[in-house]
């Protein structure tokens, strides 16, 4: 016999995995045409992409961790990378030289993509702290040791065209 307690435990397990599928449709049928739509907006707003390596190392280990995850660890390290790099980009931008436009428009649509992602998660499911570590370390060796200068956001454009990608591909590998 089912206790009360028992049949809430079961509507939330099954609200939450309708979540995660509903969220898992999404990502199959939109994140990969906003993702590329924020990828060529990042080509464009800007010149080349500079060759210069930022002063911190790209987590590549926290990618291949993640890669065998469960999907709904996935769509947190989808959400949660997404939202740092929308913090980076709230910083003091007044030495930037790229499309004002194509710039705006960027960060338009990761804030969609960001807000579809909020959308399949429990709000209390705590963001990876070493990711959080990561974009923390990004925003002071890069941007504020370099005093927020043209050639430190030409940096963090690098960095964020290389978590994007990479985002890509482990949406992909979800369906």
Not at 2 to 14: A, G, K, N
Not at 41 to 46: A, E, R, S, T, V
Not at 107 to 113: A, F, G, K, V
Not at 126 to 138: C, G, M, N, V
Request: glycine share 2%; hydrophobic share 35%.
């Amino acid at each position: 016999m089912y206790t009360m307690q028992s049949w809430t435990c079961i509507f939330l397990i099954i609200c939450s995995m309708q979540s995660v599928c509903h969220c898992c449709d999404w990502i199959r049928h939109h994140y990969g045409h906003l993702s590329s739509e924020y990828l060529s907006l990042l080509d464009q707003m800007g010149g080349d992409i500079t060759k210069q390596d930022a002063p911190v190392f790209f987590p590549t280990s926290l990618y291949r961790h993640i890669d065998d995850a469960e999907v709904e660890d996935k769509v947190r390290f989808l959400k949660e990378t997404i939202y740092q790099i929308t913090k980076l980009f709230d910083g003091n931008m007044k030495s930037v030289t790229w499309d004002k436009k194509n710039l705006d428009d960027f960060l338009n649509i990761l804030e969609r993509q960001l807000e579809n992602l909020n959308s399949c998660l429990s709000p209390a499911m705590k963001p990876e702290r070493r990711l959080k570590r990561y974009f923390k370390k990004l925003n002071k060796n890069v941007l504020r040791k370099m005093n927020y200068s043209a050639q430190a956001w030409e940096l963090i454009r690098k960095e964020t065209k290389r978590h994007l990608q990479r985002l890509d591909i482990l949406a992909a590998q979800m369906y």
